[in-house]
């Protein structure tokens, strides 16, 4: 009974402890905000719910673009030699203190809880909440509604 006993315990402490884990590596996240690497992985978070498939081939997110102060900017391309272009499916802007995702060429910003939890811890990390519409749409160059 006893040795039952411990069974359980041992798996309900490691099945808690899996659950207060952050995904993405956010655990790491420092006082100073997201590095590019843990912004990515934000993104892929997004990208997934938007049921984007990362791992067709031709589909790749470019990290190298010039960034407005405070954010990273990615963009999500597809490449097949049959289209004979690249075809750009979106450029995003994730905020390094909070983890706001937009996608700034529709002027989206993305909500769902799984986002919102990570967001929660990240801005525990930081200090720096989310902030209102308004001002995040003016900070990543997005007209007022």
Same mark, same amino acid.
């Given at each position: 009974m006893i /040795?039952?006993? +411990? !069974?359980?315990l041992v798996c309900l402490t490691a *099945? *808690?402890?899996?659950?207060?884990?952050?995904?993405l590596g956010a655990d790491d996240v420092s006082i100073t905000g +997201?590095?590019? =690497?843990? &912004?990515?992985? !934000?993104?892929? +978070? !997004?990208l997934r719910q938007e049921k984007y498939h990362l791992s067709n081939s031709g589909m790749y997110i470019d990290s190298d673009l010039q960034s407005q &102060? %405070? @954010? @990273?900017?990615? *963009? +999500? *391309? @597809? =490449?097949?030699? /049959? &289209? %004979?272009a690249t075809a750009y499916l979106g450029y995003y802007s994730i905020n390094i203190k909070n983890g706001d995702v937009w996608e700034i060429e529709s002027c989206i910003r993305y909500s769902f809880p799984s986002l919102r939890r990570l967001q929660r811890e990240i801005t525990r990390r930081t200090g720096v909440t989310l902030a209102d =519409? /308004?001002? &995040?749409r003016d900070e990543v160059g997005c007209p007022p509604k």
């Open positions: /040795k039952h006993f +411990l !069974v359980v *099945s *808690s402890t899996f659950a207060n884990q952050l995904p +997201l590095t590019k =690497e843990q &912004a990515k992985q !934000v993104l892929i +978070l !997004v &102060a %405070g @954010y @990273y900017d990615f *963009s +999500l *391309s @597809y =490449e097949t030699p /049959k &289209a %004979g =519409e /308004k001002v &995040a």
